[in-house]
């Protein structure tokens, strides 16, 4: 039995350490010649395709394949018997090689040769699921109890030991391909903005994805605000119980005087699944109380005036929620140039944005949009002029800088533009 890696990002990394630990036969692929030579330099085999189109794409046939891992070259298409597929990898040519039902993600490959035999906590939604599995981890461990967060928000499988409980975030992507069961699964949200262009503009397809998380967990948490009406009977018999509750009054009142550097609906979700743990109220308090936020999510990079760096916001969704908290503020917004519906312009808390400042590549259709809707704003060739008007003119005033779209414009991804952010304040703010 040979596994094939399709793509060779993070997770596929950790999947290789895996299958390598366990003396499992595997080999790589990726259509990124620079990832193909990096598997090389860690010492893996892989995948030889003869037939390359001009864009350095696989274009596999059976006659023109080949892999280094096979002791037989004249039956080299059929070594492949499992695939497992790097996320955000929606489609490729070699998917043919295997039968639907053999392509896997690193998750279930984790599991499948693991010794870790606990309680398996996972979380999933369009946005808060890096903060909320951290806090779930923090909650945890600051009561004795080992764990880790592990899974789309960088740190791999891999990296978990026996004896700690796995606190799984997991995208769209990740539950497509996963057969993983579940002791608690979380939804947070499901956001009609994100993600849809890699689901051919579906918001259907997209919630089906999310929602597959019913299926797989024993105990589900979702979000009152969300509906499975349509889903699968384990959520339909289970309904009352599955809710996120909202916490005690007292609960409540302690998070609104000492936790608001923690969104509430990570709060919430924590404090449900750590109460199914029977952690009491008292040490779920305790522990939150010096959780440490994470960074370019609601960050505070300064009290006074405040300034906020959600980088990570890459949807409007996110933008939203924080907007949503500040009842006037100083809004830096933009990013990649996609498609923006307007309806989601329209939901944003207008009353509360004194004055939008647009950079990135969708500058001008988003200005047109807010204005049209009353939102005062002015367009920035770059996040540095932005923040240097602000220094100049709004000094003593809330401003937050959460683009609602992602950053391949401008940056390599949302840390960098994140980081950048901070420095800028850093220098341009006293």
Request: charged share 20%; net charge positive; glycine share 4%.
């Amino acid at each position: 039995m040979t596994y094939l890696l399709l793509g060779f990002g993070i997770s596929n990394q950790s999947c290789a350490k895996i299958l390598q630990a366990n003396n499992q036969t595997f080999c790589i692929w990726d259509d990124d010649l620079k990832k193909r030579e990096l598997a090389q330099k860690m010492g893996y085999r892989t995948f030889i395709i003869n037939k390359i189109n001009n864009n350095n794409k696989a274009q596999p046939n059976s006659n023109h394949m080949q892999s280094s891992n096979c002791d037989n070259a004249t039956n080299h298409a059929q070594c492949i018997s499992k695939i497992v597929l790097s996320p955000g990898i929606r489609s490729h040519p070699l998917l043919k090689l295997v039968a639907n039902e053999q392509i896997y993600n690193e998750i279930d490959i984790f599991f499948q040769y693991s010794q870790n035999k606990n309680i398996k906590i996972t979380c999933t939604g369009s946005f808060g699921k890096s903060t909320t599995v951290s806090l779930i981890e923090h909650i945890l461990n600051a009561n004795n109890i080992p764990a880790k967060a592990i899974g789309n928000l960088g740190c791999t499988v891999d990296n978990l030991k026996d004896n700690e409980i796995p606190i799984i975030e997991l995208s769209s992507f990740q539950l497509e391909r996963i057969s993983t069961k579940f002791d608690i699964g979380v939804i947070l949200n499901i956001s009609k903005n994100h993600h849809l262009e890699s689901y051919n503009n579906s918001y259907e397809d997209y919630a089906n994805a999310k929602y597959k998380l019913a299926t797989l967990s024993k105990y589900l948490l979702i979000n009152e605000n969300l509906t499975c009406k349509h889903q699968n009977n384990h959520y339909i018999h289970n309904a009352p119980e599955n809710h996120i509750q909202n916490a005690p009054k007292q609960t409540i009142e302690f998070y609104q005087k000492y936790l608001h550097h923690i969104p509430y609906i990570a709060f919430s979700a924590a404090y449900n699944v750590c109460r199914k743990l029977s952690i009491t109220p008292q040490d779920i308090h305790k522990a939150c109380a010096n959780f440490q936020t994470l960074a370019h999510r609601q960050e505070i990079v300064q009290n006074n005036p405040i300034i906020i760096n959600d980088s990570k916001s890459t949807n409007l969704a996110c933008s939203n929620y924080i907007l949503q908290k500040h009842k006037i503020s100083y809004w830096i917004t933009g990013g990649v140039n996609s498609n923006i519906c307007e309806q989601y312009i329209k939901d944003l808390p207008a009353q509360n944005i004194k004055h939008a400042f647009i950079i990135g590549e969708n500058k001008y259709k988003l200005q047109k949009i807010l204005l049209s809707i009353g939102i005062n704003c002015s367009i920035y060739t770059n996040l540095e002029d932005a923040v240097i008007c602000l220094s100049k003119n709004h000094q003593n005033e809330t401003i937050i800088f959460s683009p609602g779209f992602k950053s391949f414009d401008l940056y390599k991804n949302f840390e960098e533009r994140g980081k950048h952010f901070k420095a800028l304040i850093k220098k341009h703010f006293k």
